[in-house]
């Protein structure tokens, strides 16, 4: 997609993407590949849930604003994309909550055993999905707090957002951010994520942990997730959280 950038971050001001009812082509294309591959997931993950999650077509990037067509597709069909990163008009697009406290640490979770991404360090953060569908369009931002209310129980509603959306790509993947500053401590907000975790019926995350750099993230943190990192922890980007 020409404008816009790759392996590194930047300014985005809307995603504005429209659903299409009709199926994927790549989907369509791609039907046997996705049923073998979900045959293997199946053997080696059986915990793992073919429900129904949203890809997209026709990206293009003008002025900060991202547009596009989506589909709903099966998560078998995203695990394949995930696997063979194809060179074809299909794109994994996902929201991210990035949550920092009143003392200037972004609080991250650790992804539990039972989930696709056991083990990595990220962001609350997740694949759009039937919950994200808003007449017609599809809604990053609800994604956005769905996904910080579901893994850690805190709502970025009622937090200071930063007003300018960040995104990242590489190749189909990208990865749209928002930062939101809590009233509270790292400590405190850790406490309240952890009692939130121990109650979840899911157990998608396994822990959660405040950082203060990027190394603290530790070796597990996706590509994505370390741009964003280095980024915020920048000389110049500390200004954010400590401006009113």
């Given at each position: 997609?020409?404008?816009?950038?790759?392996?590194q971050?930047?300014?985005?001001?809307s995603v504005?993407?429209?659903?299409?009812?009709?199926e994927?082509?790549?989907?369509?294309a791609?039907?046997k590949?996705?049923?073998?591959?979900?045959?293997?997931e199946q053997?080696?993950?059986?915990?793992?849930?073919n429900g129904?999650?949203i890809?997209?077509?026709?990206l293009g990037?003008?002025?900060?604003v991202?547009?596009?067509v989506?589909?709903?597709?099966?998560?078998?069909a995203?695990?394949h994309?995930?696997?063979?990163w194809?060179?074809?008009?299909?794109?994994h697009l996902?929201g991210?909550?990035?949550i920092?406290s009143?003392?200037?640490?972004?609080?991250?979770?650790?992804m539990g055993?039972?989930?696709?991404?056991a083990?990595?360090v990220y962001a609350p953060?997740?694949a759009l999905?039937?919950?994200?569908?808003?007449?017609?369009m599809?809604?990053?931002?609800?994604?956005?707090?769905?996904?910080?209310?579901?893994?850690v129980g805190l709502d970025?509603?009622?937090?200071?957002?930063?007003?300018?959306?960040?995104g990242?790509?590489?190749r189909?993947?990208?990865?749209?951010?928002?930062?939101f500053?809590a009233?509270?401590t790292?400590?405190?907000?850790?406490?309240?994520?952890?009692?939130?975790?121990?109650?979840?019926?899911e157990?998608?995350?396994?822990?959660?942990?405040a950082v203060?750099?990027t190394?603290?993230?530790?070796?597990?943190?996706p590509?994505?997730?370390?741009?964003?990192?280095?980024h915020?922890?920048?000389?110049?980007?500390?200004?954010?959280s400590?401006s009113?």
């Amino acid at each position: 997609m020409s404008g816009l950038p790759e392996n590194q971050i930047f300014a985005l001001n809307s995603v504005r993407l429209r659903l299409d009812a009709d199926e994927h082509p790549w989907q369509t294309a791609e039907h046997k590949a996705i049923e073998a591959h979900w045959a293997r997931e199946q053997v080696e993950r059986p915990w793992l849930f073919n429900g129904t999650v949203i890809l997209h077509r026709g990206l293009g990037f003008t002025n900060g604003v991202l547009e596009g067509v989506s589909h709903r597709v099966s998560y078998a069909a995203l695990l394949h994309f995930i696997d063979v990163w194809p060179e074809a008009d299909v794109w994994h697009l996902f929201g991210s909550a990035v949550i920092l406290s009143s003392d200037n640490a972004m609080v991250l979770v650790r992804m539990g055993t039972q989930t696709a991404n056991a083990g990595k360090v990220y962001a609350p953060s997740g694949a759009l999905d039937n919950s994200d569908i808003r007449d017609g369009m599809i809604d990053v931002e609800g994604c956005i707090r769905r996904e910080a209310l579901e893994e850690v129980g805190l709502d970025p509603l009622t937090m200071r957002a930063e007003p300018q959306l960040l995104g990242w790509r590489r190749r189909g993947l990208i990865a749209v951010f928002r930062r939101f500053v809590a009233e509270e401590t790292a400590d405190q907000l850790l406490a309240r994520m952890r009692a939130h975790i121990k109650d979840a019926p899911e157990q998608e995350v396994e822990d959660v942990l405040a950082v203060r750099s990027t190394d603290e993230a530790g070796p597990t943190t996706p590509a994505y997730m370390r741009a964003l990192l280095e980024h915020h922890f920048s000389d110049a980007e500390q200004a954010f959280s400590r401006s009113g």
